[in-house]
């Protein structure tokens, strides 16, 4: 193995910092593509193939740290979770095999195409209904609160069976769930979220105890079906993996629709070329994955010494891999800060990861993204930006979502 890598004060990497990161990261893919950075304590890995690599080799890179936050608990926030009874472990993504592997035959059994696709009719009534109510409003527009926010919410809601009225407060926890696990607050800060987070696992078991008294015909349903019919899975796994699906499951494709629009009104001959045809929109999405992804950064923990490109990374070593810059690595894109709807190789993006923790979900996020851009684009075709906005992304390790997209149209629209 080679010599250790030096460790850099001042590298231009600033791990929470998501306004424009890509100038960064193509120059530590060329400079120092892997990079220990004190202030996090992680090995920043930045190449497409590195990432790749250790993504696919799960037994000498554990996911078991992709959930745990990156500032620990205070201990004014241990309390309150303490005294709240909060257990919740991750769904999927911190497991690891083999019961990572048990949990995910399970969840797999469930969330199956029948159960998300009977869902496109009511995904298609909600975005005709959001792009309905802001042409009635009259421009501007914010398209991340008057069409983002709500439709994978009431998608997911509407998958565990949840009424629609709690979409505030998931929306609330959600974000609580994101500061407290991929944030930097203070002890203090950190307080109102522990309490929201106390809330928010208390729900996810009761989902699972008021399903296994009346089961409905819904994936919390199905879940407790496949318990009874000898599947293993614990009440505490089931709600565990609904305490991860209630945030995953809307919160990164409330960021998809807002940044697969964003990008694509930046492009604006693209998204008519979409509105004329519609059969290039799922290409389009995923080389608005590729371009703009809802996650930019995911994390791993070494479980013995090993080694990333030509580097030397130690027993217990945290690594983060940054996909945001694996998608614009210039050795496997053309070309990478060009968008281009016709791209050929756009689904080769590490977006939803690689290997076992392939995300379980991408084909339903897909889906709602295919939807909102065939309506908004045949209704609002002349939908357009509004010029020299500031786009706010919110700061965080893991996550670029932006938190307001101001757009305008014309006469005629």
């Known amino acids: 193995m080679s010599v250790d890598v030096a460790v850099h004060e001042h590298h231009g990497f600033e791990a929470f910092a998501m306004g424009d990161p890509f100038p960064v990261y193509e120059e530590l893919r060329r400079e120092e593509p892997v990079m220990f950075d004190e202030n996090i304590g992680y090995f920043v890995i930045t190449r497409y193939d590195d990432i790749k690599a250790v993504f696919a080799d799960w037994e000498h890179f554990s996911s078991e740290n ?16 303490a005294e709240g009874g909060f257990t919740a472990y991750s769904g999927l993504s911190a497991r690891v095999p083999p019961e990572h592997t048990r949990i995910r035959n399970v969840a797999t059994k469930a969330f199956t195409p029948r159960r ?59 974000g609580s769930r994101a500061a407290m696990t991929w944030g930097d607050l203070t002890d203090e800060e950190q307080v109102p979220h522990a309490h929201n987070l106390v809330a928010y696992w208390n729900f996810c078991q009761k989902l699972v105890a008021d399903s296994k008294r009346d089961p409905q015909d819904d994936l919390v349903g199905d879940m407790v079906r496949l318990q009874a019919d000898g ?59 590729r371009f703009s992804p809802s996650i930019v950064a995911w994390r791993r923990k070494a479980l013995a010494d ?10 217990g070593s945290n690594v983060l891999l940054v996909m945001g810059s694996a998608n614009r690595d210039e050795t496997v894109f053309d070309e990478p800060d060009l968008f281009d709807i016709a791209r050929k190789n756009a689904r ?4 939803f ?5 392939y995300c379980l979900g991408n084909l339903l996020a897909k889906l709602q993204v295919k939807v909102v851009l065939e309506e908004i684009t045949a209704k609002i075709p002349g939908l357009r930006l509004i010029e020299d906005q500031q786009i706010v992304f919110g700061d965080n390790l893991s996550f670029r979502a932006p938190t307001a997209v101001a757009v305008t149209w014309g006469e005629g629209n």
């Open 66 to 81: 992709a959930q745990a936050p990156i500032r620990p608990a205070g201990e004014p926030a241990k309390r309150v979770m």
């Open 348 to 351: 080769s993006h590490l977006s």
């Open 231 to 289: 599947n293993e899975i614990s009440d505490h796994e089931i709600a565990s993996f609904l305490y991860s699906l209630l945030f995953a499951g809307h919160e990164t494709t409330t960021t998809l629709i807002s940044n697969a629009l964003r990008v694509l009104l930046g492009h604006p001959d693209q998204y008519r070329e979409l509105g004329a045809s519609p059969t290039a929109i799922p290409a389009a999405i995923d080389e608005v994955l």
């Open 353 to 357: 990861g690689f290997g076992i923790h």
């Open 306 to 315: 090993s080694e990333i490109g030509g580097v030397t990374i130690p027993r």
């Open 116 to 174: 998300y696709k009977v869902l496109e009719p009511l995904v298609r009534e909600n975005v005709d209904r959001l792009i309905d109510r802001m042409l009635a409003a009259g421009p501007p527009a914010d398209i991340v609160a008057g069409l983002a926010w709500d439709v994978p919410t009431i998608t997911i809601l509407t998958l565990l069976g949840v009424s629609t009225d709690m979409i505030p407060l998931v929306k609330e926890w959600a």
